[in-house]
């Protein structure tokens, strides 16, 4: 007849007992961690998709007030005058601003910013009186 020590067998269930429990902590840390990491990476994807919409805009802001600028060197700047101001590009940074003014005694500024796929628009309205003064009319943001 074998021996059976009653505190051993005690002991082998006790620790049986405890592996699911263990098992089961383990995983409900394992979800929660991972809820987490996920919620931190999609703002994280938000935030850089807004910062792109930003620097889209500024590149929009600054294609026109190029364009203002260059209206004010020359009042023709879009019917041949030099600098050249119909139809032109900016590179700022890594966004693009593509330009194009239109009009003769009120003009029309469109300015389109882009970085990667995010894109905005500015409509600026000039107007010049017969002395030459130029006045703006009308500062906007367009939607694509």
């Known amino acids: 007849m074998k021996f059976q020590n009653p505190k051993v067998s005690k002991f082998k269930e006790s620790g049986v007992a405890a592996l699911p429990t263990i098992v089961i902590i383990s995983m409900i840390i394992l ?27 500024f590149a929009a802001e600054a294609g026109a007030m190029d364009a203002f600028k260059r209206i004010g060197k020359n009042i023709n700047c879009n019917s041949g005058g030099t600098p050249n101001c119909s139809n032109y590009s900016l590179i700022i940074g890594d966004a693009t601003a593509m330009v194009s003014v239109s009009g003769s005694g009120v003009k029309t500024i469109i300015s389109n910013g ?27 943001q367009l939607t694509n």
């Open 31 to 57: 979800v929660v961690g991972i809820g987490v990491a996920s919620s931190g990476f999609v703002e994280g994807l938000s935030s850089f998709g807004e910062l792109e919409n930003k620097k889209a805009l």
């Open 114 to 140: 882009q970085v990667g796929f995010k894109k905005a628009k500015i409509q600026v309205i000039v107007s010049i009186d017969a002395n030459g003064k130029i006045t703006q009319t009308s500062w906007q």
